[in-house]
């Protein structure tokens, strides 16, 4: 098998055990292929794994995931940029739930903690504006559809995200 097969079989493989809902499995064969193949040109795609498959393992590395998606985010080089900045606002969505649930094993750091977590609020408004944004951008209305186009779902999706976040810094005026 040449560099390239042998490249895209490891990058399927991660692929497959994370649609077979193996995010465990899927992050190690993430971090195979990047450390093997870093300049192959899938190597945004295999970010954009990996950084899906840490939100979803049972100890989920939401520090991670953002590391790699703001990376994503800046580079603009994956086709999928609304995906990208959804995804990077449940990072720091999870940054910020991670902090509120703290409180309940360290109550007298609770004032800090909440601080923290409307930061990340704040701070993942942002991206699920955005995203809103890019995948209402991309919607094509056809008037014989039967259906919503999916585009407008997950821009709905993202608007509603944005507005979790509004609300959880006690925005109300902002959210409507």
Same mark, same amino acid.
Not at 2 to 18: C, E, G, I, P
Not at 62 to 86: H, I, M, S, T, W
């Given at each position: ?11 399927? @493989? ?11 499995? +899927? ?18 795609? +295999? ?16 520090? *991670? +995931? ?31 739930? @991670? ?9 007298? *750091? ?6 923290? &977590? ?10 699920? $504006? $955005?995203? @809103?944004?890019?995948?209402? &951008? ?6 014989? &559809? ?6 407008? *779902?997950? &821009? ?6 944005? $507005? ?9 005026? *902002?959210?409507?």
């Amino acid at each position: 098998l040449t560099q390239d097969q042998m490249a895209d079989m490891l990058l399927n @493989s991660a692929r497959k055990a994370f649609n077979e809902k193996q995010p465990a499995f +899927a992050v190690q064969r993430f971090r195979e292929f990047i450390g093997k193949y870093p300049q192959h040109k899938e190597l945004p795609a +295999a970010r954009f794994g990996l950084a899906l498959a840490l939100m979803e393992i049972p100890e989920k590395n939401y520090n *991670e +995931a953002r590391d790699l998606l703001q990376g994503l985010v800046q580079a603009k080089v994956l086709g999928d940029q609304p995906f990208v900045y959804y995804h990077l606002g449940l990072a720091i969505r999870g940054q910020g739930m @991670s902090e509120l649930a703290q409180i309940q094993t360290k109550p007298n *750091e609770a004032p800090q903690r909440q601080a923290n &977590a409307k930061q990340r609020f704040q701070e993942a408004e942002q991206p699920f $504006a $955005a995203a @809103s944004q890019l995948f209402a &951008a991309q919607v094509k209305v056809d008037p014989q &559809a039967k259906e919503l186009p999916i585009e407008l *779902e997950w &821009a709905a999706r993202a608007a509603c995200d944005q $507005a979790e976040m509004l609300l959880r810094q006690n925005k109300a005026k *902002e959210t409507l």
